[in-house]
């Protein structure tokens, strides 16, 4: 089992900065693939982004070059840095791990309880 615990959610001006992480406990040895996620009610939980064992990252269109995503193999840590943050950003950020046979056989794997990200003025 792998557990995930995501911090650094908030509230912030449009235009501003917040750093979201996630540390992983367990079985991390298993993890292969990272990422972030995030949901507004009555919507989908849509990818923000992903971060592969071996650095390879991937983004959604709506944060690519905004975001970015980072992971420390030794610290057990995920980051997110969110950068010109809009108000259509504000959604609960999940922080989500899979393991290679997660991946293949395309199942959710592991989740965090979420943090709020609030973007407003």
């Known amino acids: 089992q792998v557990q995930l615990v995501e911090s650094g959610g908030g509230l912030v001006q449009p235009g501003g900065s917040l750093r979201l992480s996630c540390v992983a406990s367990?079985?991390?040895?298993?993890?292969?693939?990272m990422g972030w996620y995030r949901q507004v009610p009555e919507k989908q939980r849509e990818l923000v982004a992903t971060?592969?064992?071996?650095?390879?990252?991937n983004y959604a269109d709506s944060v690519r070059g905004r975001f970015t995503i980072s992971r420390d193999n030794v610290q057990n840590t995920l980051l997110l840095q969110m950068y010109s943050l809009k108000p259509e950003d504000t959604a609960v950020y999940y922080c989500?791990?899979?393991?290679?046979?997660?991946?293949?056989?395309?199942?959710?794997?592991?989740w965090g309880q979420g943090t709020q990200v609030t973007v407003s003025s």
């Open positions: 971060i592969s064992r071996s650095g390879n990252t």
């Open positions: 367990g079985t991390i040895d298993s993890i292969y693939l």
């Open positions: 989500n791990a899979r393991s290679f046979s997660d991946v293949a056989l395309n199942r959710g794997g592991h």
